[in-house]
């Protein structure tokens, strides 16, 4: 199993503050995708990032992949407590008999305070 | 309306006992995967599968059996239920193959006593 490490594991701040949280790997990875998940429900697609050096802009946030496409971060400006959750990254893993499956690193918990 | 759907939502079942976690998805995608969640572990893979009649391991499939005889249905089964297979279960299918996103139901929480 290809290992997504995530960082930092929780963070806390105050709207209006910016912030960036990273997806690390030793692996190189042929894609990565961003993940936030809300209490009580199912983690919702953000972003598929592609190819290296790729930057991706979803209003308020960007994301990075690495140039190696070993790691990839999120940087959120002017953080909202709507942007509370856990985000979360995910890369495949190709299995030459079932096709892929997608690997999630532990996640980063974020919490916007008023 | 289409989506992907997980029942029951919440479970309480003894030590021993054997369920069976229900996810149905209307999209007719070909990949569905199992997940759990779990404080400190995060999202690990239980068992997915390509397409009806093809399943595989993920990293956590001891206790736990699949089948997909349908494309739209994939239960998961504890045989005999342990305390450590309390957690958060998370269905999600994917239209094809990789880079493509996954859609997650809603997820059970399973509570073995």
């Known amino acids: 199993t290809q290992l997504l490490e995530q960082s930092p594991q929780f963070l806390s701040i105050q709207e209006g503050e910016n912030l960036t949280v990273y997806c690390n790997s030793s692996?190189?990875?042929?894609?990565l995708q961003w993940y936030r998940q809300e209490p009580g429900e199912g983690p919702v697609l953000l972003v598929t990032?592609?190819?290296?050096?790729e930057v991706k802009k979803l209003k308020r946030l960007t994301f990075q992949f690495g140039d190696a496409r070993k790691d990839s971060s999120l940087h959120i400006t002017a953080a909202q407590p709507g942007d509370t959750g856990l985000y979360l990254c995910a890369g495949p893993e190709l299995n030459s008999n079932s096709g892929y499956a997608l690997n999630f690193g532990k996640g980063t918990s974020l919490l916007v305070t008023p | 309306d289409a989506g992907i759907t997980q029942s029951p939502r919440y479970k309480i079942t003894e030590t021993g006992r054997q369920v069976t976690l229900m996810c149905h998805q209307t999209w007719s995608h070909s990949y569905m995967f199992w997940y759990r969640q779990d404080l400190g572990h995060g999202l690990r893979l239980i068992y997915y599968?390509?397409?009806?009649?093809?399943?595989d391991k993920g990293e956590v499939p001891d206790g736990y059996v699949v089948s997909r005889s349908k494309t739209e249905n994939f239960p998961l089964t504890l045989e005999s239920a342990t305390r450590s297979q309390t957690s958060v279960y998370f269905c999600?299918?994917?239209?094809?193959?990789?880079?493509?996103?996954?859609?997650f139901g809603n997820g059970t929480r399973l509570t073995v006593t």
């Open positions: 599968s390509a397409a009806a009649d093809i399943t």
């Open positions: 999600a299918s994917s239209v094809q193959g990789i880079g493509s996103p996954l859609h």
């Open positions: 990032v592609v190819t290296g050096g």
């Open positions: 692996s190189v990875f042929s894609s």
